[in-house]
């Protein structure tokens, strides 16, 4: 069955230093990999998202991340967090066809110190 | 902002009512899903529309319908609530020419549905 792990529910991080959220997902095939954010009160934004070739991918607001096959992972990283990236954050996975059966994680929640 | 937008932003209902969420997709898109994303989790595919006919169920009871009209609007219509309908419902909506997973989905803000 498909599923979406996102292993931390809470990180806080201090305004500058890096930043790592984790994903983990199951699928029976090589699915598309998206994350999301969601600030309060606000629907998603597509941060970025993977469907083929290179597996580091860059996405808007400074973030990346990178698909792992063997790991089954899909991390996203950021080298320097601001403020204003304190959110939630949603890995998701999705089938190669029409019926956008997207499956998301519980979402980690990245609050920033000052 | 995405451009799509949804309405009511807040309600209210009770146990056995029906509710209506409307989704107003962005300009040009002719494909539109519903999420159902309750506290503290992560958004929970409905269904999704393409060219006003449903092509997609996620794990939801036949009492979630819905519809999209030729501008390519769309309802999601919840019949006899129940309490752990309350959650925020999410429209969102692409474009290109087949719906594909692979053009770039936006969210609206969502409608926040409680159920008492």
């Known amino acids: 069955a498909q599923s979406v792990t996102q292993p931390d529910i809470h990180i806080t991080v201090s305004e500058g230093a890096s930043l790592e959220l984790r994903c983990n997902y199951s699928?029976?095939?090589?699915?598309?990999l998206f994350w999301y954010v969601q600030s309060p009160g606000q629907g998603l934004q597509l941060l970025l998202k993977?469907?083929?070739?290179?597996?580091l991918v860059q996405g808007i607001k400074g973030f990346e991340a990178e698909f792992k096959r063997s790991q089954s992972s899909f991390n996203l990283r950021k080298p320097s967090v601001h403020w204003s990236d304190a959110a939630e954050y949603f890995c998701a996975v999705g089938p190669r066809s029409l019926n956008n059966d997207m499956r998301f994680g519980a979402g980690t929640r990245l609050t920033v110190k000052p | 902002e995405t451009g799509v937008t949804q309405s009511p932003t807040h309600l209210i209902k009770t146990r056995g009512q029906q509710v209506t969420l409307r989704c107003s997709s962005q300009?040009?898109?002719?494909?539109v899903s519903w999420y159902q994303q309750a506290l503290g989790q992560g958004p929970q595919f409905i269904f999704q529309y393409y060219r006003e006919e449903e092509n997609g169920r996620g794990n939801f009871p036949p009492r979630f319908s819905g519809l999209q009209f030729p501008n390519y609007s769309s309802e999601l219509n919840v019949n006899a609530l129940e309490l752990d309908d309350s959650a925020l419902y999410l429209c969102?909506?692409?474009?290109?020419?087949?719906?594909?997973?692979?053009?770039?989905?936006?969210f609206g803000p969502g409608t926040r549905l409680t159920v008492l």
């Open positions: 993977y469907f083929s070739g290179d597996t």
């Open positions: 699928y029976g095939a090589t699915p598309y």
């Open positions: 969102a909506s692409r474009g290109g020419t087949s719906g594909s997973i692979t053009d770039t989905q936006y």
């Open positions: 300009s040009g898109h002719n494909t």
